[in-house]
């Protein structure tokens, strides 16, 4: 506290480099602020759960040159096919994938005659089992019976297929029936006739989640036999089986028909890492740019600070032979550095928080969360004082009698 | 004069290696930043329709029911086919096409390159004026006519990537191209063309290679071909099939050539009167509500540059403002250091533009070797770029106009930051520093 005055009054004789120092640390404090945010806001995305068991699927698909009118009969001899493959736990075959190229989405209503739908729910059309293959969690009613399944052809080709029911995710179950059971319930997809929901599942996330809100969990499961030509197979196996699975399932595709054109086949992890990719290189960029600025900063202290130990040679030979010790001098050096950032601080979260009001009006951003403020200061006073650090022990080392006579 | 000043500076440096390595390091990752994040910005948000992209026009009309209605929204991106055929036979631009992606199977004539196996390939079903209006070079051949429209002809055109991979690369115009179980006899091959952004068609890909194949529209809907891309249905749910003629479902993009930028809202007001008609005549229940974007309207009202991708331009230019901060800091506590210096050059009658001059070439000099330096950064920044897989990625490269950008800035942005530390540099008094020293 002694130490502050003399502080104080050596900055105002050295205003404009103290000032540059305090703009320097504002402008670093804003914009790191921002991007850690903006990180997190990242990983968040990344870690969305699927409601799938992401680690033990793989997924492939085949199309027919030209017109196949036995597609369903040849897709009930791929599955056989690829069930009765070493390592193979389950197989089903799917209307569309979640981080696929495809998704579907259809309005729901509550009641026959509604103008605009109650919400747009993601299709997924499957067989029994699908559930079980995905590894979706059923929390209430049970999964489709044989008899309730429809051949894909029959359901396109009706104007409206009477469907026996269908399975639904919980979120969407508590938006459209908030403190209900679910179960038993009536839903209008298609035209007026109404379809029970006969089960629901824990989670199922849509195709192409967008992270706008919970309609990326709004799933309804029909209960609809894709053929070969416009579903995707997906296959349930170990982990550390995958590789050789999904080799074994191509060759075995390619046995039970020839003629056919392969598509694209792979883990699901990978389908999912390709969604996201652009989200994790974002994320390295504003990690490389957030250390970037941290260490650009630190070199401005170390640069500004050994100056003004240069030029106060003569002060602090003075302050030594006053006998000031060398801890004081290494706390004066500190204590200013502080102060600087201290005010490079104060300004800083100023501006992270109007570069965070512009954000939000430029991109769906949340508001910037008070917590950022406390770890962000706490951030810069440590770098400043480590980059302090050298500079100041320069200054407490020099010998007094040197520094008297200017010898640095 | 300036040539001393540039041999003081190059002293000045040697006697602060540190300091001055510093310096230039400092500005070269500002620009390099900077740089690599201004290209990918520029390579994104080009034009794709170079002098023409002002009269070439994306046509939107509002066909969906009232009841789904948002006052101020735009009407959705494409058309009903019963639309796009109505506005095809008025032939009121220029030129005009409807188009939509699609995909077919192709099988390999037992002569392809290589043994190819059977392969998934993406085409286009348009109309004539398609490869006119887009001004597509041809490598061999002609784009199909009108009659070909007409007639359903069983013609392709290819790209030249997909050219090269079924036939080698050779003139392949009468040869047949096996798709889908049947033949189409190639009329005509691309040189190379290839938009970005994608702009006709953003639903299959914003940033994406040219699709392979281009089949007359009705050609594909008469062999029943599939499609690609997005499709907005409305009704009660028992439609006919979506691509049927009177089907409420929108899937198709329409394009209209305009002879001047003039003529834009002529073509307006024929929209309009089409809209007004087939309100009156109880197709449409919304009040008229079309549209007819440029290309570069078009591509801004669909956003079409990722947000990722402005946020890193804002992000790298605040970057390169604390490296101007950190480096207008670095050079004044450099100027200051040579107090004494500057106290025996202004006692020897240098007046004090000169120590300005003097400090501010030291300035321009280190931006100099910060730009070279920063340039080595941005290109090792694109090259990391590209290594991003993403699909927009591989349009992105340094070109001369960055080139110059880049030292352009260097040297600006460090003679700014040399102002201030070169003022204070003529401020010092000469007594008190001879004094002194």
Known sequence: ?408 | MFLYYFDLALRSFRSARGLTALMVLTIAMGIGASMTTLTTFRALSGDPLPGRSDRVLRVLLDAEPKATFTPGKEPGTQLTRFDAEALLRDKHGVRQAMMTGGGANVEPATDAPGGLKPFETEARYTTADFFPMFGTPFLYGQAWSAADDAANAPVVVLSKAFNAKLFGGGNSVGRNVHADGADLRVIGVLDDWQPVPYFFDLNVGRYRKTEGMFVPFGTALERKMGTNGSMTCWGDGSTPHPHDLNAPCSWIQYWAEVATPADKAAYLDYLTRYSAQQHAAGRFQRDPNARAHDVVAWLSSQHVVPEDVRLQVWLAFGFLAVCLVNTVGLLLAKCLRRSPEIGVRRALGAPRHQIFAQFLVEAGTIGLAGGVLGLAFAAFGVWCVRQGTSSRAQWVHLDAATLLMTFALAIGASVLAGLLPAWKACEVSPASQLKSS
């Open chain 1, 1 to 408: 506290m002694l130490q502050l005055r003399p502080i104080l009054s050596t900055l105002r004789r050295h205003r404009t480099a103290a000032l540059l120092i305090v703009i320097e640390i504002a402008l670093t404090c804003a914009i790191v602020c921002n991007a850690v945010f903006l990180i997190a806001n990242r990983l968040d995305r990344l870690q969305l759960g699927t409601g799938l068991a992401d680690a033990e699927l793989v997924h492939l698909g085949t199309r027919s040159i030209g017109r196949n009118d036995n597609a369903a009969a040849g897709t009930r001899e791929d599955l056989a096919a690829l069930r009765a493959l070493p390592g193979v736990r389950s197989a089903a075959i799917v209307s569309v994938i979640p981080f696929g190229n495809q998704m579907s989405a259809s309005g729901i209503n509550l009641k026959p005659d509604q103008e605009t739908p109650t919400i747009h729910a993601a299709m997924y059309s499957g067989d029994v089992g699908l559930a079980a293959t995905l590894g979706l969690r059923l929390v209430s009613g049970r999964d489709f019976k044989p008899d309730e399944i429809a051949e894909q052809d029959a359901f396109d080709k009706a104007d409206e297929y009477p469907l026996a029911g269908v399975i639904i995710t919980s979120a969407m179950a508590q938006r459209l029936f908030p403190g209900h059971e679910a179960v038993g319930q009536a839903i209008y997809i298609f035209g007026k006739s109404p379809i029970r929901i006969v089960g629901v599942v824990d989670r199922l996330v849509s195709p192409h989640p967008d992270h706008a809100d919970q309609s990326d969990l709004y799933s309804v499961i029909l209960p609809v036999r894709p053929n070969f030509d416009d579903g995707i197979y997906v296959l349930r196996t170990d982990t550390a089986q995958r590789d050789t699975v999904l080799k074994a399932a191509v060759a075995a595709l390619d046995r039970v028909n020839p003629h056919r054109v392969a598509q694209a086949h792979g883990t699901f992890e990978d389908l999912r890492g390709e969604y996201y990719k652009a989200d994790v290189s974002m994320v390295w960029l504003l990690v490389g740019v957030c250390v970037a600025l941290l260490v650009v900063t630190a070199f401005g202290i170390v640069g500004l600070a050994s100056f003004w130990v240069q030029q106060r040679t003569k002060m602090i030979g003075t302050r030594r032979a006053l006998g000031a010790t060398r801890g004081q001098i290494l706390r004066y050096f500190q204590t200013e550095n502080l102060l600087l950032t201290s005010a490079g601080i104060g300004i800083g979260m100023l501006g992270a928080f109007a570069i965070n009001q512009w954000l939000m009006t430029q991109y769906e951003l949340p508001r910037l969360p008070l917590v950022y403020l406390p770890l962000g200061a706490l951030a810069l006073w440590a770098l400043g004082q480590v980059a302090v650090l050298a500079p100041a022990r320069r200054a407490a080392a020099l010998p007094p009698a040197h520094a008297m006579r200017g010898l640095s």
